[in-house]
């Protein structure tokens, strides 16, 4: 995102304020904007006293400006690297075959494979039947959703169990610790209403 940012930035740099397209043949006035040569000169055709600055509006009395060699330079790093952006965005949303280097446009229906035109004639597809991916891209998307749906469904009941599990699992532990506290309430009883008439002997009485 910060190299996307910096490109973005250093390309509007080399923009004519004008004609608002990259520099072309850029020259520089008095107050340091920089401008097209032909989008100045047409700025200016039809002044003759004071000549203002396009974008400040700074009035010269003449038509002063020099040549910007070194912007120039930079303009043409832009073009280039916009260029080279715009094949990556091409390349990534049309894949280019790794082997011929061109653009995977076609798909071999008994191999489940894409393929560039090179690739298609060749003897590992000879007589498979080729057609455009934008073609065969429906019809495969259609038996893909078909696989998923039953799978879907399998999910959910499989999911419903585990919740039944999990719900009979809770009940049963719940019937569990109620009966432990039944007997520990029946542990700690005293021991004459348990056992009635019966009476813990002294050490005497033996």
């Known amino acids: 995102m910060e190299f996307q940012t910096a490109l973005e930035d250093f390309q509007k740099e080399c923009g004519c304020p004008i004609c608002l397209n990259y520099f072309k043949d850029p020259v520089t006035i008095n107050c340091g904007h920089n401008f097209c040569y032909s989008c100045l000169h047409t700025s200016w055709k039809d002044l003759t006293d004071s000549f203002p600055c396009p974008v400040c509006r700074f009035g010269f009395a003449s038509k002063n400006f020099k040549r ?38 076609l798909f071999c229906v008994k191999d489940l494979e894409v393929l560039c035109t090179q690739c298609s004639f060749s003897a590992e597809h000879e007589k498979h039947y080729i057609c455009p991916i934008k073609k065969a891209a429906p019809y495969h998307r259609k038996i893909l959703e078909g696989s998923i749906e039953p799978l879907k469904n399998n999910l959910e009941r499989v999911e419903k169990v585990i919740i039944m599990q999990g719900s009979k699992t809770q009940e049963l532990r719940k019937k569990v610790e109620y009966r432990k506290e039944e007997i520990n309430s029946e542990f700690d009883q005293p021991f004459n209403s348990v056992c009635p008439g019966l009476q813990p002997q002294s050490a005497g009485t033996i």
Do not use: Y
Not at 69 to 96: D, F, G, H, M, W
């Open 68 to 105: 910007n060699l070194q912007l120039q330079n930079l303009t043409e790093i832009a073009k280039l690297l916009q260029v080279r952006r715009s094949k990556r965005k091409r390349e990534e949303e049309n894949p280019v075959c790794e082997k011929h280097n061109q653009f995977l446009t």
